[in-house]
């Protein structure tokens, strides 16, 4: 996933204008994380998370092609 794409999904999220992302699920996470470890059957991944900023609000997002997961944190 490249960042337009994720930066579509955190508009998407941030605005709730609705929550089909098609097979990608959004997860939020717990505020100001910049990298996120995702435990997946024993195993620990980092995703690292990119700055985006949303109608004067700044999050956090990562990717994980594993799980085809967006991991969402804010600012706060």
Same mark, same amino acid.
């Given at each position: 996933?490249? #960042?337009n794409q994720l930066l579509k999904i955190v508009e998407q999220y941030s605005r709730k204008s609705g929550d089909n992302y098609g097979? +990608?699920?959004v997860t939020r996470i717990s505020d100001q994380k910049t990298v996120f470890v @995702? %435990? $997946?059957d024993e195993i620990g991944r980092a995703i690292i998370m990119a700055m985006?900023?949303?109608d &004067? @609000?700044?999050y956090w997002a &990562?990717? #994980?092609a $594993? #799980? %085809?997961t967006v991991y +969402? #944190?804010?600012e706060a």
């Open positions: 996933m490249n #960042s097979d +990608i699920k @995702e %435990h $997946l985006f900023k949303v &004067g @609000e700044t &990562g990717y #994980s $594993l #799980s %085809h +969402i #944190s804010m």
